[in-house]
């Protein structure tokens, strides 16, 4: 076996709708503070420009079915979420100031804003720029500096005919300020310089651009980027500012953290360290679902000592897909080695780095980040953990996994609302840009094994040439992203057929730490593995209804034991034990002595304790780096 650097940590995971309030700590993100149930809020801006009163194809006005699309996306927005409409051209023949807010952004009440939009009468000129920049004074500011998306989007048949201020700049203005913020556009039957303005304005505003060349494909846009705004990411832990140098680097103790992170920005943060226990950290960016960005663009994390420029470990993640951004997961860790000689064994200060690096002409926005820190006790004394399993053995690509009718379930947006699923068929519907969320408990000895299945769907005309991507990520109960060693097939090109993504991991076994193939290393511990899906944003392009059906097969394969011993008897059998290794080693997924580690927390907010291990690193020189894709 490899000699290893080791990293753990028992994470706080929320009580199912609880969030962290972070008691005393300015800017901390709780339930208090979301703008909805998605922590975000909705303007919608409406071309009501003379062209909008044109026959559409079908018999019908482009305002008419305009209407009809946006009584369709209201139907389908979670209750209660912030919603507001606004218009442009609706009031005057003529006039670049003719925009007025219609329905102000305040918790979604349905049958007003169809009233709202049935009273609305096509008349007069394209005043986009202004437009969009009194939308963004249309959505409310996130209390208390929580993060959330807050989307503008745009529905028009064609361009700005003002000419000041300029769309595209203000879009870019707008996506460059506003964290969190982001600008859909649909062009509705529009070409030419029409949809080249749209398709900027999108790009520059973090956002996407939805082509809807007839008033079915109208709603169906409208719904795809109105729910994926909704569905954002739920962001958990305590507001920190890191700095920009170690000098300026805040104190981080264990626990969950969230701040914010530029283009070819570093982000510092002080640590101190003893001599015995072990530290792991997970830094996860979440940038604009569908975001412009390069494949190579990337978000990496290191952690060192001393002056900072001497280098424990370092780890690099990859978008490796140029459809759009999608969440990004790095990590590293730090144990003392096994004679004690190494330079970061030794007590003192560290510095966790946090580096996001991006190419020109990718999403210039910031991106909120969400930090996990842990720590780990050794094994109790005369503790011998059972030997390493790095093969797959009954998990391996050919496993047999369930079958049978599916139950519907809906993945949750992040790490920190996962739905659970455990072993069984599941039958989830996903929507082009989107990244779905599920955990699957699994403990000593066990192991995950799953396939990801996009659904065969009816496509658009003109759609059979074209391929998305599609994409599944397997992470540690610690977050650390568990590669598929060779065996697996986790990536794939959809378009419209069915096709299957493969993946799982080696057996939980503690010794895998000490493994040096990044598919074994972080499988040391047991608790509630993670699943991530998605589906590229060039999904919009082929389907023909606004999500695309996904069936995941889960199988945990392998008896718990009762823990991470040598000889360890089957769950089942814990109580004949004998407590030979003491309560520390007695869990199924808590043992090993690891300590709990407490998330900041308001009066009245709710945690549960789940013990989880941080992943196994080898033993690198400073200068190492590893890559590793995103799904």
């Not at 945690?607 to 080898?618: D, E, M, N, P």
Request: charged share 20%.
């Amino acid at each position: 076996m490899a000699a290893a650097v080791t990293v753990g940590g028992a994470l706080l995971a929320l009580v199912a709708g609880v969030a962290p309030a972070g008691a005393g700590v300015p800017g901390a993100l709780g339930a208090a503070d979301r703008d909805g149930p998605g922590g975000g809020s909705l303007v919608m801006v409406l071309d009501s420009s003379g062209s909008m009163g044109d026959d559409d194809g079908t018999g019908r006005t482009r305002m008419e079915s305009a209407r009809a699309a946006v009584g369709t996306v209201v139907d389908a927005l979670p209750d209660g979420h912030p919603t507001g409409l606004r218009v442009y051209g609706a009031d005057r023949p003529r006039g670049c100031t003719d925009t007025r807010l219609v329905r102000p952004v305040s918790a979604l009440d349905r049958a007003a804003m169809k009233e709202a939009v049935a009273g609305v009468r096509p008349r007069g000129d394209t005043p986009i720029g202004l437009s969009l920049r009194q939308a963004a004074e249309d959505l409310p500011a996130p209390s208390g500096s929580a993060v959330g998306t807050r989307t503008i989007l745009l529905i028009s048949d064609g361009e700005d005919n003002c000419g000041a201020p300029a769309p595209c700049e203000v879009a870019e203005q707008l996506g460059r300020d506003g964290v969190g913020l982001r600008i859909d556009t649909v062009g509705f039957q529009v070409e030419g310089a029409a949809r080249g303005q749209l398709e900027c304005i999108a790009e520059a505003g973090n956002g996407r651009y939805y082509d809807a060349p007839d008033a079915g494909a109208l709603a169906r846009q409208l719904q795809r980027a109105a729910q994926l705004s909704a569905d954002g990411y739920r962001l958990e832990g305590d507001r920190i500012d890191g700095g920009a140098t170690t000098d300026e680097a805040p104190a981080m103790e264990p626990g969950q953290y969230l701040d914010s992170i530029g283009p070819g920005e570093s982000r510092y943060y002080a640590l101190t360290l003893d001599a015995v226990s072990t530290a792991g950290f997970a830094a996860t960016a979440v940038p604009q679902p569908g975001a412009a960005v390069d494949g190579l663009d990337a978000l990496s994390t290191r952690l060192a000592h001393g002056d900072g420029d001497s280098v424990c470990e370092s780890d690099t993640a990859r978008f490796l897909q140029q459809e759009g951004a999608t969440p990004l997961t790095s990590a590293v860790s730090r144990v003392r080695s096994e004679d004690g000689n190494r330079a970061c064994d030794d007590a003192g200060r560290y510095w966790l780095v946090v580096e996001r690096q991006s190419k020109k002409g990718s999403d210039r926005a910031r991106w909120p980040i969400e930090l996990a820190y842990g720590v780990e006790k050794p094994l109790a004394a005369g503790v011998t953990p059972a030997q390493s399993q790095p093969e797959y053995g009954k998990g391996g690509e050919q496993a047999a996994l369930p079958t049978g009718d599916p139950r519907d379930v809906r993945g949750g947006t992040g790490f920190n609302d996962a739905e659970e699923i455990g072993r069984g068929v599941w039958r989830d519907r996903i929507l082009p840009s989107q990244t779905l969320w599920y955990k699957v408990p699994a403990g000593w000895g066990q192991q995950v094994r799953y396939d990801v299945e996009f659904a065969n769907e009816p496509t658009v005309d003109g759609a059979s040439s074209a391929l998305s991507y599609g994409g599944t990520q397997l992470f540690t109960p610690a977050r650390f992203p568990v590669g598929g060693g060779g065996e697996f097939r986790p990536t794939a090109l959809y378009g419209g057929r069915p096709v299957a993504l493969r993946m799982g991991s080696v057996p939980v076994t503690w010794t895998n730490r000490y493994e040096s193939a990044a598919a074994v290393r972080p499988v040391h511990a047991g608790g509630d593995f993670y699943i991530s899906v998605t589906l590229g944003a060039k999904a919009a392009e082929i389907a023909e209804n606004p999500r695309i059906g996904v069936v995941l097969r889960v199988a945990v394969i392998g008896d718990e034991l009762s823990g991470p011993r040598h000889g360890a008897p089957a769950r089942a059998a814990a109580g004949q034990d004998g407590g030979t290794t003491g309560a520390a080693d007695s869990g199924s997924t808590g043992g090993a002595g690891w300590s709990g580690i407490a998330v900041a927390s308001g009066a009245g907010a709710v945690v549960a304790l789940i013990a989880g291990l941080l992943l196994v690193r080898s033993r690198r020189r400073a200068s190492t780096q590893t890559t590793r894709g995103s799904a």
